[in-house]
């Protein structure tokens, strides 16, 4: 059998001829393509075990990579060279399920613990970034080499995006473990260092507060329901979809009573200025009718948003999302003297390490307590002598 520089553009133009022929790898002496005249082809490693020839099939040749199948194949000769007979463990991966497989469990069983807009965001990345990548493969030969180019190559293009898919991928890899059908610790995606975040979020100071509810105050006769809604964003520090789809039935004496959010069912507590805002709505009270009805559950984004980029330019706040008024609220609760786990509460943060990332604003304040400590340890230390040790 003829040895070739085996490359990735030779594997795909071979064709078959009318006996079966392998292209041996100049490069890892026993690792070649094998050509079927049918035009099946086969990534193999042909080796001598228990002192017989043996040719071990590792891969049809489209569903694994020259680069991964030269990997995969030296690990092969590495086991026989220890003593190993890596057929036992090609016979078992014919009984693990790819990723592909595995996932429509895994949707199947989890499905129910997660909210619509989580199965829609699963679904998405799995489509376009998970299962072009994984899904042919045995689940439990997913190796981190095999991770870490895929991340790689998926940084490059949206970075944001290769973090969400890892994340995901990764939780799919500690199930399968829980499941047995990977081993304990064998995580591919452990250690992987993730994308650094652009620093987007962006909080109002008091004079910006000003601007914007000048502004508001000028659109309101064009948009009063969206800049209601505005202002009680502003107020509570909710989520968009937390105060577009609130109904009367949430409303408490001094709170809001919300059925479900994105942390799950939640108070939020009312303010004075919000109650008087919710107090002076327009429309019928009736238990299930909508605090906004032109913009609930999804309708009149747009009114909302040109709303909002009109407000914004008349102020002059350049780019800033509705979303940073949420970031507004909790950086003002901070700078008020607010403790950090206080302020998670209020906004419904699951994480202590999302609240964390306010943890700055504390600084002016550390340093007036510093300077307060100083002024008491001088004047107690002034014109007295230190005493000796």
């Avoid at 002016?364 to 008491?376: P, W, Y």
Wanted: proline share 6%; aromatic share 6%; hydrophobic share 40%.
């Amino acid at each position: 059998m003829p040895r070739v520089d085996l490359t990735a553009k030779l594997a795909r133009q071979s064709k078959p001829g009318p006996k079966d022929a392998i292209l041996f790898d100049k490069a890892l002496p026993g690792f070649g393509l094998r050509i079927h005249p049918s035009g099946r082809k086969v990534w193999i490693v042909q080796a001598r075990i228990e002192e017989r020839s043996r040719r071990i099939v590792i891969a049809r040749h489209g569903e694994m990579e020259l680069a991964q199948a030269r990997r995969r194949a030296r690990d092969v000769l590495a086991r026989i060279r220890a003593g190993d007979n890596p057929a036992d463990d090609i016979r078992r991966e014919k009984e693990t399920p790819t990723l592909r497989e595995f996932a429509d469990e895994y949707l199947r069983r989890c499905d129910p613990l997660w909210k619509p807009s989580g199965r829609k965001t699963m679904r998405i990345y799995l489509k376009a970034r998970i299962l072009p990548a994984f899904g042919r493969m045995p689940l439990d030969r997913i190796g981190p080499e095999d991770v870490a180019a895929w991340f790689d190559a998926a940084s490059r293009d949206k970075p944001g995006a290769a973090n969400r898919a890892l994340e995901i991928l990764r939780a799919m890899m500690f199930r399968a473990e829980e499941w047995g059908l990977r081993d304990r610790g064998t995580n591919p995606c452990l250690g992987i260092a993730r994308n650094p975040r652009n620093k987007v979020a962006r909080f109002l100071d008091m004079d910006e507060l000003a601007r914007l509810g000048r502004a508001l105050d000028a659109s309101e006769a064009r948009w009063p329901e969206a800049v209601a809604a505005i202002r009680l964003l502003a107020l509570t520090g909710c989520r968009r979809s937390e105060v577009l789809d609130l109904r009367w039935r949430n409303i408490g004496d001094d709170a809001l009573n919300l059925e479900d959010s994105k942390t799950g069912p939640r108070t939020v507590p009312l303010g004075a200025s919000a109650r008087a805002l919710i107090e002076a709505l327009p429309g019928p009270r009736d238990q299930d009718a909508f605090l906004f009805p032109r913009h609930a559950e999804g309708r009149g984004l747009w009114i909302l948003t040109t709303c909002w980029r009109t407000a914004c330019a008349d102020a002059k706040l350049g780019r800033l999302r509705l979303h940073d008024l949420r970031h507004t609220a909790a950086s003002q609760a901070v700078m008020a003297g607010e403790n950090l786990p206080l302020v998670g509460k209020l906004l419904g943060h699951r994480r202590h390490r999302t609240t964390a990332g306010y943890a700055h604003l504390d600084d002016v304040h550390l340093v007036e307590a510093a300077e307060k400590v100083g002024e008491i340890i001088s004047e107690a230390m002034q014109n007295r002598p230190i005493a000796s040790p």
